[in-house]
């Protein structure tokens, strides 16, 4: 079932993927006017990602995790998620 919206889960993946590069990053006036959503909006759907993509490792299905590792993919799927 899903329980976000499809703006607000492409919203809250964009934020999940700007704080893993930059952890001090906040959500500023610009994002919140493109997106239509704040920062306190995406927090419910940001921890789950976060919550999926810790539990990852421990996932029997890895053929994209290792596909994505590769350096051709800038090993993307060895990036550390941090809170």
């Known amino acids: 079932?899903?329980?976000y919206s499809p703006s607000l889960?492409?919203?809250s993946a964009l934020f999940l993927a700007i704080r893993m590069l930059n952890k001090?990053?906040?959500?500023?006036?610009l994002m919140v006017k493109d997106t239509h959503y704040t920062e306190h909006q995406l927090k419910?759907?940001?921890?789950?990602?976060?919550?999926?993509f810790t539990g990852i490792e421990r996932c029997s299905?890895?053929?994209?995790?290792k596909?994505?590792?590769l350096a051709?993919?800038?090993k993307v799927?060895?990036?550390?998620?941090?809170?």
Request: glycine share 0%; proline share 5%.
């Open 24 to 29: 001090w990053y906040t959500w500023n006036p």
């Open 44 to 52: 419910p759907a940001f921890k789950d990602m976060c919550i999926l």
């Open 1 to 3: 079932m899903l329980v």
């Open 72 to 74: 051709r993919y800038h």
């Open 9 to 11: 889960i492409a919203a």
């Open 67 to 69: 596909k994505f590792s």
């Open 61 to 65: 299905l890895q053929t994209i995790r």
């Open 77 to 83: 799927a060895l990036i550390k998620v941090t809170d």
